[in-house]
């Protein structure tokens, strides 16, 4: 079964930083993706900007090695990859002075939607909006898709907010966070909030408590000195894992609209209780054979940055009163594994005694490295021998449910065609961003005054032990990874 394509008006897309990594690795064979399912129509033009001098055929050469490397199966029709490389532009700009604009200026018409691809470092995001203003680019059709790091902290969040709202209307910022852009995630809403199923037991009343997992298995690679300055705080749990929470924990919408969803996940973000030290545990990986630890990796001996969290939280709010949330996530660990389990309490009363086991409902919604979900079921044990209870899987794993040929597409093809139908569901607001940092803040200056140094942890294993010991002096496991 595959998925209707809808069908979207021509439209110019700019990507500042059309030669950095993102851009070859996502931006672009995403488009080439959409471009591929007809998503592209004519006369719609993508320009990629950057400050290296080269001409339109050099950059298309680029774009064609990363659709090689990065698009997997589609780009193994050359037909389609050199269809795509000729709509491909390019104009040498510099964020920082006023070279090139007139020359973006002269490629741009009135008419299309005109979005702009921040995909450069955020020292730059300021600059590009105001150059963008300064040369007349921003018309009622225009907008910017701003990458993270939205900020580095609540002040500096609030400032580049403040900055861009200088150049734009809210309506025209798209701040990307692309777990959201997951189908699972989507997916996520529809088991919710269509089905009359699982909404009556989502509440502290059934459920035990609620995880939420991102493990990665790469250390900091080359983005040491960028990881150096966040840590696993300020790069994954600010942003990403409070977005998965949100959508976990929000009141349904009154529609499946931008504003009434957002307005929802702001306030769970700000329903988020102040997490005691002692629920907090940060790590550091270690080296292993072949594989540099954390502090090589930066070049700093003496780091105190995280490459490790796990942290235990409370919503205030009548739905999750007492409802722990455990939230983890983590680099160079055993193993790629992004997913949020709820475990639902137990029965009230066991009918078939005490050697029956304790069993638990459990729903698993799997985001990496395969998407699916699963609802754990307790049956009895097939066969003779009286009543025994096992538990299995009813598995929603999408590629068997929907067939082979289903089409669910990555990401960044689904936001980015979002930005141009001007869907801002899947992105964040202003407010959103500033109250996710109000939160991170106080946890990060309570260690940063105490001075905490991070627990070591060896490399490719769970994370440091009392990660393990967060749950278990609760009575509680790590679904997922484990000890
Ligand atoms: P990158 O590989 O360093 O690429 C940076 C790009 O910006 C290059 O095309 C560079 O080309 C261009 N650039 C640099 N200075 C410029 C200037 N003054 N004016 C115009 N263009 C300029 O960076 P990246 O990894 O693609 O990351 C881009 C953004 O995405 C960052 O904000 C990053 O945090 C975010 N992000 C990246 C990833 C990822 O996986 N890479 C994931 C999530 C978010 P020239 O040097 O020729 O100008």
Known sequence: MVSRTIPVDAFDLIIFGGTGDLARRKILPALFKR?????????????????????AADYREIARAALLE??????????????????????????????????????????????????????????????????????????????????????????????????????????IDHYLGKETVQNLMAVRFGNMLFEPLWNAQYIDHIQITVAETVGVGGRGEYYENAGAMRDMMQNHLMQLLCLIAMEPP????????????????????????????????????????????????????????????????????????????????????????????????????????????????????????????????????????????????FAEALGPDADTPDAYERLIMDVIRGNQTLFMRNDEVEAAWAWTDPIIRGWEARGDAPKPYDSFSAGPDDAALLMRRDGREWRGITH
């Open 35 to 55: 471009f591929c399912a007809g998503q592209m129509p004519a006369p719609s033009r993508l320009i990629g900007a950057a400050r290296a001098e080269m001409s």
């Open 70 to 175: 990065f698009a997997g199966e589609a780009a193994l029709d050359d037909a389609s990859v050199t269809e795509f490389c000729q709509t491909l532009e390019y104009v040498a700009v510099d964020a920082r002075d006023g070279r090139g604009w007139d020359d973006l200026s002269a490629m741009l018409t009135d008419g299309p939607v005109r979005a702009f691809y921040y995909s450069v470092g955020p020292g730059l995001f300021s600059d590009l909006s105001a150059r963008l203003h300064k040369h007349g680019l921003v018309n009622a059709e225009t907008r910017i898709v701003v990458e993270k790091p939205f900020g580095h902290d609540l002040d500096s969040a609030r400032g580049l907010n403040r900055e861009l709202a200088q150049h734009f209307d809210e309506s025209q910022i798209y701040r």
């Open 254 to 397: 009154a529609m499946f609209e931008p504003d009434a969803v957002r307005d929802e996940k702001l306030k769970v973000i700000r329903a988020l209780d102040v997490v005691q030290p002692h629920h907090i545990v940060r790590g550091q990986y270690t080296a292993a054979d072949g594989y540099s630890s954390y502090r090589e990796d930066v070049g700093n001996p003496r780091s105190k940055t995280e490459s490790f969290i796990a942290l235990k939280c409370h919503l205030n709010n009548w739905r999750w009163a007492g409802t722990p949330f455990y939230l983890r996530t983590g680099k160079r660990l055993k193993e790629r594994d992004s997913e949020i389990t709820v475990v639902f309490k137990d029965t009230p009363h066991s009918i078939f005694g005490p050697e029956a086991g304790r069993h638990r409902n459990e729903l698993t919604i799997q985001l990496q490295p395969d998407e699916g979900i699963t609802l754990g079921v307790t049956i009895k044990e097939p066969g003779p021998g009286g009543m025994r209870l096992i538990d299995v899987p009813l598995d929603m794993s």
